[in-house]
Structure formats: structure tokens, C-alpha cells
T-cell receptor, first 112, second 115 residues
Framework: KAGVTQTPRYLIKTRGQQVTLSCSPISGHRSVSWYQQTPGQGLQFLFEYFSETQRNKGNFPGRFSGRQFSNSRSEMNVSTLELGDSALYLC???????????FGPGTRLTVL | AQSVTQLGSHVSVSEGALVLLRCNYSSSVPPYLFWYVQYPNQGLQLLLKYTSAATLVKGINGFEAEFKKSETSFHLTKPSAHMSDAAEYFCAVSDNFQGAQKLVFGQGTRLTINP
């Protein structure tokens, strides 16, 4: 079974721009979560989607948003980028009765 | 609110020596506990998890962890370190409320293996 895939793997943007990151979960998994990883703040939860509905959200500003499609693929959008948004963004999928989140390789976003 | 504290941001051991990575958690409900490993430029890989079954949990690559409720701890151990164990390790806690799950991570422990 293929794992969680994230595209693109690397991204460079400038302040004020917006960016969209994509995540394809493991086949059959309906839950997708997003995390931000930075050296200063560590790993922080952004949000979780299940069956196209956001059912959990972390403490991030409204510039961070996401959505999930009917095939469970998810996108995360960050608008009006700030330097502090530079991070590794990790996506994780979970399915069935499992309590385990399986992570993708991440998208490294650099904001200049 | 749930939280995780990992004691020691850096741990260095010799190849063949015992690995002990410490994790203490805070949770108002019975916790789900996880250890993940991250190699450079990669995502997180699950090592093992505790979800209220056996308190001694065995994972991949020879790692195991023991859940101690009285000490609110979930320390990770491996009897004999291998060079390939060099990586960053994260302890995480979650609750599952109505199916939703949010992982709260510790700050991570970077493990170095000396030849």
C-alpha cells in the first residue's frame, strides 16, 4: 500500500504571497491532519479533516486554512505569507479503527 | 490540556550501549501515547504506541516503552544502540474525542550514536 504523499516537497515564496500544499492519504484513510514543524515551536497541530469536514483545529490564525475532497485528498492554504511561516508542513492520515497517524515526508516551505 | 515533556534535547550514547529517552505526559483522560522517529529530511515514522492495552509496548527496530501511570511516564528504551538509530525522537500524547484525534508532541530528543 502506498504511503502518504505530499506535493510539492520544497517551495520558496516571498512575503505576502499565498501557497497551497497538497496531501494524498493512504488509500482507504478518511482522516487527514496537518502539522507545522519549526525549530522554535516544534511540532504543532493545525487541523484535522474527516469526510470533507474540519473536526479539529489548532491555535493558528485564519490565514491558515484547509479543505478535503471527496477522495480524501487534502489541501492546506496559507495566505499573506510571513517570514515566520517558514516551516516543514507535515500531513498525516488515519483510517478505519486505527488510532495511529501515518505521516508523509512533508513540504518544506521557505518564505523570503 | 494535554502536554508532553521530553527530558534532554540531546542524548549521546556509544554503539552497543543502552538507549533511554525520557517522556512524561500530562493528560486529564486516559491517554494514547506514541513515539515517533524522524530521520533528516523525512517525515515521522511510528515506533510504537500505547492505547490502554499492555503497559509494556514493543515497537520496531528493537525499541520498547513502558507506560507507568503513577509516574505519568512513557520512556523509550533499546538495549543496544546501533549507528542507524541516530535520529530525532518525538513522544506524543493524544485523546480521541468522538473520533477526532490531535497529537501533542514533546520538543524532541536528538539521539547521537558514538562509534
Amino acid at each position: 500500500k502506498a504511503g502518504v504523499t505530499q506535493t510539492p516537497r520544497y517551495l520558496i515564496k516571498t512575503r505576502g504571497q499565498q501557497v497551497t500544499l497538497s496531501c494524498s492519504p493512504i488509500s482507504g484513510h478518511r482522516s487527514v491532519s496537518w502539522y507545522q514543524q519549526t525549530p522554535g515551536q516544534g511540532l504543532q497541530f493545525l487541523f484535522e479533516y474527516f469526510s470533507e469536514t474540519q473536526r479539529n483545529k489548532g491555535n493558528f490564525p485564519g490565514r491558515f486554512s484547509g479543505r478535503q475532497f471527496s477522495n480524501s485528498r487534502s489541501e492546506m492554504n496559507v495566505s499573506t505569507l510571513e517570514l515566520g511561516d517558514s516551516a516543514l508542513y507535515l500531513c498525516a492520515s488515519r483510517g478505519g479503527t486505527t488510532d495511529t497517524q501515518y505521516f508523509g515526508p512533508g513540504t518544506r516551505l521557505t518564505v523570503l | 490540556a494535554q502536554s508532553v515533556t521530553q527530558l534532554g534535547s540531546h542524548v549521546s550514547v556509544s554503539e552497543g550501549a543502552l538507549v533511554l529517552l525520557r517522556c512524561n505526559y500530562s493528560s486529564s483522560v486516559p491517554p494514547y501515547l506514541f513515539w515517533y522517529v524522524q530521520y533528516p529530511n523525512q517525515g515521522l515514522q511510528l515506533l510504537l504506541k500505547y492505547t490502554s492495552a499492555a503497559t509494556l509496548v514493543k515497537g520496531i527496530n528493537g525499541f520498547e516503552a513502558e507506560f507507568k501511570k503513577s509516574e505519568t511516564s512513557f520512556h523509550l528504551t533499546k538495549p543496544s544502540a546501533h549507528m542507524s538509530d541516530a535520529a530525532e525522537y518525538f513522544c506524543a500524547v493524544s485523546d480521541n474525542f468522538q473520533g477526532a484525534q490531535k497529537l501533542v508532541f514533546g520538543q524532541g530528543t536528538r539521539l547521537t550514536i558514538n562509534p
